[in-house]
């Protein structure tokens, strides 16, 4: 083991652990934990994995990054088996990474789809978050900073491009003239017309321009796969929690949506337990499943930050935190079945991954065809599920 970069939580920390990766090359034996502090699991999560990865590499230097180290850097920074602490805001800096003032080479070739970060921090208050602590207020990349990154991918063979970021539909507010995220997705469809599928990460749907909901529902290389950062069904949790979207919004844009894109599937993130939440709080939450048609369910057992105004809320009972969520998952599963029983007999193209399986345009996960190259695309026709996947 020359270099190990284990990444925990969202993509965005998966693109940047490319970069990292990259910068260590040729160094010394060094292990990186690019942490998480979505939730309080998380933040346990990554110590967790520092324990681990110093037993497993003894000898070599052990760096923890990322929101969790940030959020606790006195923590992480006490913790023996750690090496160093990097702030979340200079993970990038070359100098925390290279022997000398070397600049990155540029992002590896570790995946069959490339992550590109063209967003990094949050200009919002949800009162259960904690991230913008971590990442700080919202940057956008430029239009020809990320083309250039857009580029480097294909040029390394990639079939498919995921634009992430912590705020992702944030981009361009802190831009001259102030672009919106549709004016990037266009700019990138139009400079490579041979980029076979563009994927976009977690967004907040009201933030989603009239250019971006066409490209979305028109362009058949954007792919009809959409994650909506929802956290509740419920309009006083929504308020409590000071999400800006309600209830009835939510669902009119997903309405929206699939009657102008019918094979668009829907994601979503949704918190069970949030503080003050009352029965017919979590009723409310688990219709909006059906009502959204939620086939890709993020569920989240709220657990309380420390410093945010959620914390210092009415707390629900754990027990009963974690029953709701087990009822969010069963909800989201039962949504799930029954929609991918409508993709059996019909082929579908499939971005190859390195175990035998891979995923459609709609995300569904296939068992590709033996010999599948990953990284390819496949055509496959699923006549079975089987535990969840597509065969």
Known sequence: MTVQVV?????????????????????????????????????????????????????????VTGCASTIEAEAF????????????????????WTQGNVPPAGLSQRHTRAFVAVQNGCDHACTFCVIPQGRGPSRSLTIPEVLRTVEHQLALGVAEVVLTGVD?????????????????????????????????????????????????????RVMPHI????QSGDDMVLKRMKRRHTRAQAIALVEQIKARRPEVAIGADLIAGFPTETPEMHASNLSIVQACDVVHGHIFPYSPRPGTPAARMPQVLPAHVRARAAELRIAVAAQRDAWLKTLLGKPAVVLAERDGTGH????????????????????????????????
């Open 168 to 220: 992702v539909t944030s981009w361009g507010g802190d831009l001259p003239d102030g672009p919106r995220l549709g004016a990037l997705v266009s700019a990138i469809l139009t400079a490579f017309p041979a980029l076979p599928r563009l994927r976009l990460s977690s967004l907040d749907g009201v933030e989603i321009d009239p250019l971006l909901l066409d490209l979305i529902t028109t362009e058949p």
């Open 77 to 96: 920074a006490q913790m023996s088996e750690v090496d160093a602490v990097v702030p979340n805001a200079e993970k990038l800096e070359t100098r925390h």
């Open 227 to 230: 994650h909506l950062s929802l």
């Open 7 to 63: 990444s925990l939580g969202c993509r965005l920390n998966i693109s940047e652990s490319e970069a990292i990766t990259t910068m260590l090359q040729g160094g010394p034996p060094t292990v990186v934990v690019n942490s998480c502090a979505v939730t309080a699991e998380a933040v346990r999560q990554s110590r967790r994995a520092v324990r681990r990865l110093r037993r497993e590499n003894p000898d070599a230097r052990l760096v």
């Open 360 to 391: 459609a345009g709609h995300f569904a996960s296939y068992r590709t065809p033996t010999g599948a190259v990953p990284g390819s695309l496949v055509t496959c026709t699923p006549t079975r599920i089987i535990e969840g996947l597509l065969e």
